[in-house]
């Protein structure tokens, strides 16, 4: 299997584990990661990591890949994998892209994918296909292009610069740099936090495809809601 999924209460966790490869997507991971994006459907939260210290994804794994030699295919491949991001960026609930090793090329748009980007510090990232003359297919394009600007999108992503976590943050790529150490941890603490009902409501308003009536009625809801009221009672019954 080239992809773990793990469920626990309200959180899934969906790890690409490919050692191999470096975690690198080939065709059969794309089949497996549709799999359990249909088996994490009811989850709170979704997380997408990789297996191990050293790549959080590396790209497409091009030993598979080369065998694509037609426009067509390529273009198929291409749609194919940019739906899988879609799907993930698409995720009712909040989702956290775990970056325990370097995302290149299409590990980036995996990444970015994402609503949340959280690293370990000694992790690098890039947009460097152009390095092997080619493009972000997956979407990664267009979402690193809404993250830190056009721009400055065509300067990483147009000369294949690799940026290191701290400078990643910096211009909005990353959201969350923890130390090594601590990563793992974090992570999961975060998770966790954003699995609930009330953090999927944030969700969708932000999208701002929400009318305003319809996110007040989302409030509404929460508001009658059995967890509303036994929170409201602990607090007030704090005084």
Known sequence: ????????????????DRPQARNAIAPTTMDELDKVLDAAAGAKALVVTGAGDR???SGGDLKQLSAIRTEEDAMAMALRMRGICDRIANFPGPVIAALNGHAFGGGAEVA?????????DDIRIGFNQVAL???PAWGGAERLAQLVGKGRALMIAGAGTVLG?????????LDLVLPR????E???TLARSLATNPA???????????PEEEAARAFARLWVSDEHWQAAERVMSRG
């Open 186 to 188: 974090g992570w999961r």
């Open 112 to 120: 970015v994918a994402a609503d949340i980007r959280v690293a370990a």
């Open 55 to 57: 790549a959080f994804v």
């Open 200 to 210: 999927r409501e944030i969700k969708r308003v932000m999208s701002g495809a929400v």
């Open 1 to 16: 299997m080239d992809v773990d999924l793990e469920l626990d209460e309200g959180l899934a966790v969906i790890t690409i």
């Open 165 to 173: 976590a701290a400078e990643a943050q910096r211009v909005g790529l």
């Open 181 to 184: 150490a601590e990563f793992a």
């Open 133 to 135: 003359a080619i493009m």
